[in-house]
């Protein structure tokens, strides 16, 4: 079956900087790759996604890049608000299990003023 | 509209209990999908549906079981209660896709087996 991997586990930066995550996956028939932010006592949401027909793709302070070949997707987020902070997890999934999905083990990132 | 509905929110079992976790979706979403969060471990997949009358396993199915007998239902049932089972558990839908569509969560039952 599918494996993500994720790191860093966490992840503390000063609000104005950067952020990126990484994340690896084993399956080459995977072709949709989400990310979801969970804060605490809530369910996961939806912050972005990528397909694999697609390398790049940017929704304001938020990017997500792919690299097929390498089997490997990262999240970067500029200009982190304090706001950010909460647990992010990279996803990976396949059209044969209706697109169910793999998580990565999260990253924990907290963002300080 | 109210999305993904999950009941109950917080459970307590005794070891060897049955019980059933619902899950109720109105976004006539085809596929649904079922997770459960343990520290450190991330969400892993139970059980999975891919519409009425469809299910597999995912990644950690034993100890659960599921059905799907209409498009808005995916109850997860829990036959003998083991203290392994102790976790937050999500449910999940989407549209059916040829390229992967957006999950809704719901806000996920925590069930505590003593």
């Known amino acids: 079956g599918e494996n993500v991997e994720q790191h860093p586990s966490t992840l503390s930066v000063q609000e104005g900087d950067s952020a990126v995550i990484k994340c690896t996956y084993s399956?080459?028939?995977?072709?949709?790759f989400p990310w979801y932010k969970q804060e605490l006592g809530k369910g996961p949401q939806l912050i972005i996604d990528?397909?694999?027909?697609?390398g790049e793709k940017k929704d304001q302070r938020i990017a997500v890049t792919l690299n097929k070949t390498a089997k490997h997707f990262s999240l970067h987020i500029t200009e982190t608000q304090p706001e950010d902070s909460a647990v992010y997890f990279c996803?990976?999934?396949?059209?044969?299990?209706?697109?169910?999905?793999?998580f990565g083990k999260g990253t924990s990132l907290l963002v300080t003023p | 509209n109210a999305g993904v509905t999950q009941t109950p929110k917080f459970q307590v079992l005794k070891t060897g209990q049955s019980m059933t976790l619902q899950c109720a979706q109105d976004?006539?979403?085809?596929?649904m999908s079922w997770y459960r969060q343990d520290p450190g471990m991330g969400l892993r997949l139970i059980h999975y549906?891919?519409?009425?009358?469809?299910?597999d396993q995912g990644e950690v199915p034993n100890g659960y079981n599921v059905s799907r007998s209409t498009t808005e239902d995916f109850p997860l049932r829990l036959l003998s209660a083991a203290p392994s089972q102790t976790s937050v558990y999500f449910c999940?839908?989407?549209?059916?896709?040829?390229?992967?569509?957006?999950?809704?969560f719901g806000q996920g039952t925590r069930l505590t087996v003593v």
């Open positions: 976004m006539n979403h085809e596929y």
């Open positions: 990528i397909r694999s027909n697609v």
């Open positions: 996803a990976a999934s396949t059209p044969n299990s209706g697109y169910a999905l793999n």
């Open positions: 549906s891919v519409g009425a009358g469809i299910t």
């Open positions: 999940a839908s989407s549209y059916s896709s040829h390229s992967g569509t957006e999950a809704f």
């Open positions: 399956d080459s028939a995977s072709n949709y």
